[in-house]
């Protein structure tokens, strides 16, 4: 199975916003979006969506989350109890674009590429 359409239904299954962080019926994370479409779909294998998980991973190493990635090579300061209310959700909404945004690179580059 071709990552791009791996990717491109997973991210059916990314939260855009702070209202579906917070509803919980989407993923914040692109992995676990990934495994969400994985365990939806009948057409693709578990093995299929760890392999585009591994790259996802990879490309986050040495750090595990995009928050973690975004402090370590850029300093933007993560989420924490001191944010106020609206500091959360303008927060959340930006990650969750910036989770979209690197999604649909990767969809493009791995379309580009024939995968």
Known sequence: ????????????YLARDYDDVR???KEDYIC?????????????S?????RVMSLVQR????FVTLEDWLEGYHGVQVLNCLFTRSQ???YIDKLQLTRHAWID?????FLAMGD
Do not use: D, N
Request: proline share 2%.
């Open 1 to 12: 199975m071709k990552t791009s359409i791996i990717l491109a239904h997973a991210k059916k």
């Open 32 to 44: 676990f979006a990934i495994r969400q479409a994985s365990q939806r779909a009948q057409w693709y």
């Open 105 to 109: 690179a990767m969809i493009a580059e």
């Open 88 to 90: 959360e959700v303008e």
């Open 59 to 62: 490309r986050l190493a040495p």
């Open 23 to 25: 509803a919980g019926h």
């Open 46 to 50: 578990h093995e299929t969506s760890q």
